[in-house]
Nanobody, 118 residues
């Protein structure tokens, strides 16, 4: 089992910044990568950024250059630094863990709300 807890969401004006944290616990050795997803009302959940065990990162096009995913291995935390936020970035943000050998994200946090006002 893997437990994930997100924090750091909140309200920010357009152009502002937030840093989300995803604290992981449990069978951490089985995690291959961690992803940050978001879901806005009436929209499908989408993958925003991901980081692998070896530190490789990937981003969806709409956040490239504005968001940065990183890891603190000593404390088992994955961060999502979000800069130059836009109203369209507003959503509930979730972190999820992809286990070794799995084809999909297996464990999910409960999410943290990000609100961006124009």
């Amino acid at each position: 089992q893997v437990q994930l807890v997100e924090s750091g969401g909140g309200w920010v004006q357009a152009g502002g910044s937030l840093r989300l944290s995803c604290a992981a616990s449990g069978r951490l050795f089985s995690i291959n990568s961690v992803g940050w997803f978001r879901q806005a009302p009436g929209k499908q959940r989408e993958l925003v950024a991901a980081i692998t065990l070896i530190g490789s990162t990937s981003y969806r096009d709409s956040v490239k250059g504005r968001f940065t995913i990183s890891r603190d291995n000593a404390n088992n935390i994955v961060y999502l630094q979000m800069n130059s936020l836009k109203p369209e970035d507003a959503a509930v943000y979730y972190c999820a863990a992809l286990l070794e050998g799995s084809r999909g994200y297996d464990y999910w946090g409960r999410g943290t709300q990000v609100t961006v006002s124009s």
